[in-house]
């Protein structure tokens, strides 16, 4: 069993960067893969970034590719997600989320365990 608390998130101005955190239960984490994931009102979930157990691998939604960075700290069973240049379109809630195997993935249906969320809502 994996618990995660997700914080960082906030309301800020186009432009502005965010720094999310998801911070994970349990001494295993570099067995985990990891993926940040969003939601804005009346849409789906969608995939916004991942990364293997080890840290080693990521992979991006083309809507964050060149503007936010995942990154982890094993030692620290945390996962970040850093967020530069925001838009007013990223306004949605975040959620980290942990699959049982250190891959990455971008398929939601992969993962095992959610965080709660952390609203992230950016003004024009």
């Known amino acids: 069993q994996v618990q995660l608390v997700e914080s960082g998130g906030g309301l800020v101005q186009a432009g502005d960067s965010l720094r999310l955190s998801c911070a994970a239960s349990g001494r295993t984490f570099s067995r985990y893969g990891m993926g940040w994931f969003r939601q804005a009102p009346g849409k789906e979930r969608e995939f916004v970034a991942t990364?293997?157990?080890?840290?080693?691998?990521?992979a991006y939604a083309n809507s964050a590719s060149d503007r936010f960075i995942i990154s982890r700290d094993n030692a620290e069973n945390t996962v970040y997600l850093q967020m530069n240049n925001l838009k007013p379109e990223d306004t949605a809630v975040y959620y980290c989320?942990?699959?049982?195997?250190?891959?990455?993935?971008?398929?939601?249906?992969?993962?095992?365990?959610w965080g709660q969320g952390t609203q992230v809502t950016v003004s024009s």
């Open positions: 990364i293997s157990g080890s840290g080693g691998s990521t």
């Open positions: 989320a942990a699959r049982t195997l250190p891959f990455r993935s971008s398929a939601p249906s992969q993962y095992a365990y």
